[in-house]
């Protein structure tokens, strides 16, 4: 049987809003193998970014349990839980939350500041995966200067960067075109096949179909 690299059992965030209450995430099962590539689809608002976040360790469940390699989130110090985050984890935001006044290859190294990678191996490993992503001619460019492709490839970058076996994807191609979109996928595509496990939001069934091995859906927080 295919090793097992995140187990969701009966997962639940629920957000309390005033007198009512949003059931963001209501009853999630759902387990990944190590190296699969696994797509997420579903209506805006039907949970899939609360998800990712949850997966992610970037908020805390109101039940149920995530098990990784490392143990139960939700059992975890939180010293334990950020080198989760800053080790096991590369996560991809839809809006890409580049850090506007740093430079392309700068946003790239500070991934690195957290896992305690020396300077000069953070600049070096930086540069590397920026030049393989296409950004070699970009490296000390702004975000605003850059179009929507390049600073997604950014984003990416500073996601691969740590080289973490888990990959969370947040609608990546939301905000790009049909060409910038394949080759975005691409890259995810390349990166799965080296071994990393990619869980992917996306819109674009098209790509979804693609590319990834598996697709599930999302509705009202459930998977149907
Ligand atoms: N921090 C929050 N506080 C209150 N409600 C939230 C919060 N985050 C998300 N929600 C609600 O939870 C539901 C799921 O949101 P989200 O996970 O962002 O959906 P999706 O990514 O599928 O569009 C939505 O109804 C959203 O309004
Ligand atoms: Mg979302």
């Known amino acids: 049987m295919a090793f097992e690299i995140i187990k969701i059992e009966n997962l639940k965030k629920y957000y309390r809003l005033g007198d009512s209450e949003v059931r963001a995430v209501?009853?999630?099962?759902?387990?990944?193998?190590?190296?699969?590539?696994?797509?997420?689809v579903g209506a805006s608002g039907s949970g899939k970014s609360t998800l990712l976040n949850l997966i992610g360790g970037l908020c805390t469940p109101t039940g149920g349990r995530i098990t990784v390699e490392d143990g139960e989130l939700?059992?975890?110090?939180?010293?334990?839980?950020?080198?989760?985050?800053?080790?096991?984890?590369?996560?991809v935001f839809q809006s890409f939350n580049l850090i506007p006044h740093r430079?392309?290859?700068?946003?790239?190294?500070?991934?690195?500041?957290?896992?305690?990678?020396?300077?000069?191996?953070?600049?070096?490993?930086?540069?590397?995966?920026?030049?393989?992503?296409?950004?070699?001619?970009?490296l000390k460019h702004k975000p605003d200067d850059l179009s929507g492709g390049e600073q997604q490839r950014i984003a990416i970058a500073r996601a691969l960067v740590k080289n973490p076996p888990i990959l969370l994807v947040d609608e990546p191609t939301g905000n790009l075109d049909r060409e910038n979109s394949i080759s975005v996928a691409e890259?995810?595509?390349?990166?799965?096949?080296?071994?990393?496990?990619?869980?992917?939001?996306?819109?674009?069934?098209?790509?979804?179909?693609?590319?990834?091995?598996?697709?599930?859906?999302?509705?009202?927080?459930?998977?149907v």
Do not use: C
């Open 26 to 40: 209501d009853g999630v099962d759902l387990t990944v193998s190590k190296g699969e590539f696994l797509g997420i």
């Open 74 to 91: 939700t059992e975890m110090s939180s010293r334990r839980l950020a080198k989760y985050r800053a080790k096991q984890i590369g996560m």
């Open 103 to 138: 430079t392309a290859l700068s946003n790239v190294e500070l991934a690195l500041y957290f896992n305690g990678a020396p300077a000069l191996k953070r600049k070096s490993s930086a540069q590397d995966i920026l030049i393989k992503l296409g950004m070699g001619d970009r």
């Open 187 to 223: 890259i995810f595509a390349q990166w799965n096949r080296q071994g990393g496990t990619i869980i992917m939001v996306t819109h674009n069934l098209e790509l979804a179909e693609k590319y990834t091995h598996r697709i599930m859906k999302m509705d009202f927080g459930r998977i």
